[in-house]
């Protein structure tokens, strides 16, 4: 069982920047694709970013490219997003997830552990 932990949110104005970042833990780390997601009221949850188990692969979605970049300390047992020239459309509950075997690190349902979530509010 996997146990993770995101933290870094708050109120940002908007062309501000946040760093994210989640620790897992119970699990052997290096092995897990880990990926961001967020989640509006309202709104279904949508893919951010995602990582391979050795950082090699890197994936984004389109509203994200060149602003957010997700990165991985294996050592750490941590995933980071940074997250530069927030906007307010970028407001959102941010999550964590971990999966192994993925055929899609871009859909929610492939992961198998979630974290709390942590919120984001940009202002404009």
């Known amino acids: 069982q996997v146990q993770l932990v995101e933290s870094g949110g708050g109120l940002v104005q908007a062309g501000g920047s946040l760093r994210l970042s989640c620790v897992a833990s119970?699990?052997?780390?290096?092995?897990?694709?880990m990926g961001w997601f967020r989640q509006a009221p309202g709104e279904e949850r949508d893919f951010v970013a995602a990582?391979?188990?050795?950082?090699?692969?890197?994936r984004y979605a389109d509203s994200v490219k060149g602003r957010f970049t997700i990165s991985r300390d294996n050592a750490k047992n941590t995933v980071y997003l940074q997250m530069n020239s927030l906007k307010p459309d970028d407001t959102a509950v941010y999550y964590c997830?971990?999966?192994?075997?993925?055929?899609?690190?871009?859909?929610?349902?492939?992961?198998?552990?979630w974290g709390q979530g942590t919120q984001v509010t940009v202002s404009s």
């Open positions: 119970g699990g052997t780390f290096r092995i897990y694709t």
């Open positions: 990582i391979s188990g050795g950082g090699s692969s890197l």
């Open positions: 997830a971990a999966g192994v075997r993925l055929r899609d690190s871009m859909r929610a349902d492939q992961y198998n552990y």
